[in-house]
T-cell receptor
């Protein structure tokens, strides 16, 4: 079966970089996503990466994919207090129902 | 503007009552989903529908029911059989290109 694992908490100082890590177990994942959830709100798609890519950059966000280790990371440069939220990674398997499997989420706390 | 709406934002019910949560989307997506989120937990899939008039059970369907009579609407009924219904409920929809999910703002249900 598939499982997606994330550490539960990350605390950083404002202005530093944040790196949120995710490990997935199924090498046939096709699409990998990062979502952000602010308190009391729904999830918002931040970025995605296809399994045939190693890296994707979008403004302050950098996604790195290590297929050999089944490791996905999200780097947020110049982290701001508004980045404080829960970040979920998710994978979709090729040839399946295309329903994503979500990690439990990493709570990012940004302090001044 | 296209998006997903859920209503109401907060819902209070007495134990033993059924309650229906609304989810509407105008994104023209075929697939819709219902998730439950408990504090410190990830997302757990309740039901999903990939096409009108068809739906499938997710991981925790017991005590819940859905209908999909229109493409735009996917209401969720929390029945009195659900043993622990107090939670945050999220509705989502997805297209069939990158399969990324678009989430509504959520409904927080409290049953006392």
């Amino acid at each position: 079966g598939e499982d997606v694992e994330q550490s539960l908490f990350l605390s950083v100082r404002e202005g530093d970089s944040s790196v949120i890590n995710c490990t997935y177990t199924d090498s046939s994942s096709t699409y990998l996503y990062w979502y952000k959830q602010e308190p009391g709100a729904g999830l918002q798609l931040l970025t995605y990466i296809f399994s045939n890519m190693d890296m994707k950059q979008d403004q302050r966000l950098t996604v790195l994919l290590n297929k050999k280790d089944k490791h996905l990371s999200l780097r947020i440069a110049d982290t701001q207090t508004g980045d404080s939220a829960i970040y979920f990674c998710a994978e979709i398997l090729s040839g399946g129902s295309y329903i994503p499997t979500f990690g439990r989420g990493t709570s990012l706390i940004v302090h001044p | 503007d296209g998006g997903i709406t859920q209503s109401p934002k907060y819902l209070f019910r007495k134990e033993g009552q059924n309650v229906t949560l609304s989810c509407e989307q105008n994104l023209n997506h075929d697939a819709m989903y219902w998730y439950r989120q408990d504090p410190g937990q990830g997302l757990r899939l309740i039901y999903y529908s990939q096409i009108v008039n068809d739906f499938q059970k997710g991981d925790i369907a017991e005590g819940y029911s859905v209908s999909r009579e229109k493409k735009e609407s996917f209401p969720l009924t929390v029945t009195s059989a659900q043993k622990n219904p107090t939670a945050f409920y999220l509705c989502a929809s997805s297209d069939d290109s990158r399969y990324e999910q678009y989430f509504g703002p959520g409904t927080r249900l409290t049953v006392t």
